[in-house]
């Protein structure tokens, strides 16, 4: 959620800041800012829209001959999109970029206004620089400045920030992602790798309100007056995850990547199965995430209970962290999230382990707070996910679960390790199921002028048809519902119309009959029945993809990518922004 890029060097700022937003874009995109520094001066430029609006402004302007700098997208949270609520802001001798959300800004805001301080924005961020200002007026000594600001600020920051009078960048953060890139005679920061990594794969990992000093010389970690010696890591990641390659989206290239990473993330668990832990030590589990993490959570419990018969519950993370939670000692909590800094999963985390519990984390990002604090970690080998709407990682996330399901079930003698074998086809599998874009094509052919869309199924399907439903919305912006095929009936099918298109998802061969019953009641009302199944016996209607049938522990593998493709195609041909849907953010790093 909002990105942020800072660079010191002996380059050219702007194109590195210009460079590394681009790359940050999917973190948040309403407007745009950038400022630039020299001994003398700080140039702030900022714009509404696109980067793209940015760059062509900066184009138009005189620069000063810069050295250093800080720039931002954003995601509006506090204040409107307007060019006075963009980042960066200034008060005084302090310019700062901010993700995150300060929760007594209003209070700050208003005790300074008495002092007779003015502001010029809406945003929290101006809170941020008022109050470093303050206390740097009063003591010319920026690190008791900024620390005496955070020991006051509540909630969540990374900050990037300029002092007119010092040339350097400080950097600093609390429950908001910020690393500290070290190239050669150049450094950075930037909320995500992502956005350096064309310059340098080297990075810092700041923990909470250390600050960090970045100078031509290097870069200095301190907490509370002391230096903190810091490991410099290196990151695998290459720049061609970050570019679009031969394909017209982020989001497509992502779904044909996922045989490679399925591929991956596979034999990496299935050459080190000790990294599974065994689920049978604990009685039951909770599964805790946020949108398509939660839904791959969601097929994750009908697994788990089904097949390894452990007891889960699936709760979203901004109820859980909040909720009356019971916990017993051998309850585990498992966290999905791909990027990791998903604010409340985090809290969500931070919950369990404060009530003595277990934290199980299924993370893309290694980086990040999530893989760093739960207990345990198992990583999937997604790469980058640049597109907003996750589809590789989802896909992972599923394929650890299913690992965990088989390594926790083969333990209590309740399945042989036969279905190994299977999982091992499923690359090959998806690659066919992903060449069908002709048969996607049709369907979204036909939907893409619907404003309603509902998607049916039983069980483990239902699961699947939440995450189908949740991409069409996001990608599409079509309103499209999920629902358990039986409940239907005691409410919404009186929403069924003449032409609706209801999708039925049917893998599970217990509730099949059962499902195809509900099909032909909302077929005998008018709708536009689209069958996506494994099963090759079924009655016809009016569309169909049949993908091949496996164990039901991986099934849903080759249904999801399906689904995936037709948002895709339907957001296409509704001419969306397909990487970077309106208002929605990648990485949602605030409640
Ligand atoms: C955002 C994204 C979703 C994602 C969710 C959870 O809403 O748009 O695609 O599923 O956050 O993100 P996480 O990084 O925790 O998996």
Redesign the pocket.
Known sequence: MCGIVGYIGRNNPKEILLAGLKNLEYRGYDSAGIALKNEENVQIIKSIGKISALEEKINDIELINANMGIAHTRWATHGKVTLENAHPHQAGYITVVHNGIIENANELKENLVKEGISFYSDTDTEVIAAIINKFYCESKNIFKAISKALNILKGSYALGILVSDIDKVYAVRKNSPLIVGVGKDEYFIASDIAAIINYTNRYILLDEDEICELSFKGVEVSKDGMIVEKDVLTTDLISEDTSKGKYEHFMLKEIMEEPNVFTKTLEKYLNNPDLLIDLNKYEEIHIV???????AGMVGKYLLEEVADIKVDVECASEYRYKKVFYNKKTLVIL???????AD?IAAMRKAKENGIDTLAIV??KTST?AREALYKLFIEAGAEIA???TK??LL?VLVLSLLTVNTAYKKNLVNLDALDEVKKLPMMLDEVLKRSADYQKIADTIYENEDIFFIGRGIDYAISMEGS?KLK?VAYIHSEAYQAGELKHGTISLIEDNMPVFAIITDEKNKDKTLSNVIEVKSRGAKVIVITSEDDLEKFDYEIIVPKVNKLFQSMLIVPVLQLIAYYTALKRNCEIDKPKN?????TVE
């Open positions: 995430a946020c949108g398509s993490a939660m839904y999905i999230s791909q990027s990791g800094e998903t999963t893309n990002v999530i907003v709407a996750t990682a989802y996330q949740l996001e929605l953010a990648k990485s949602v």
